[in-house]
C-alpha cells in the first residue's frame, strides 16, 4: 500500500500538505511552530497542539497548501 507523505493524521483530523501549491509565507510554522516544523521529519505534529488551534492554522494559509478535514469514526 503506497501512502502519501503529505497526509497527517490524529484521531480528530487529517491535514494535507500541497507542496506545489504553497508559496513559503511560513505563517504556519511563525505563529504555530509547535505543530509546523522547519527543520525536523516529518515536519506537521499534530500533537503539538490542540485540535481547534490545528484547524484555526490550516484556515489562515494563504495559498491553500494546507487543508484539513475532520475524521469520521467508523460505527
Request: charged share 20%.
Amino acid at each position: 500500500m503506497k501512502t502519501n507523505p503529505n497526509v497527517f493524521s490524529n484521531s480528530d483530523i487529517t491535514v494535507t500538505y500541497n507542496p506545489c501549491k504553497c508559496i513559503n509565507a511560513e505563517r504556519c510554522a511563525k505563529e504555530l511552530s509547535n505543530v509546523f516544523r522547519q527543520s525536523v521529519i516529518p515536519w506537521i505534529d499534530l500533537d503539538g497542539a490542540s485540535t481547534k488551534k490545528i484547524i484555526e492554522q490550516v484556515k489562515k494559509c494563504p495559498s491553500g497548501a494546507l487543508q484539513f478535514h475532520v475524521n469520521q469514526e467508523v460505527a
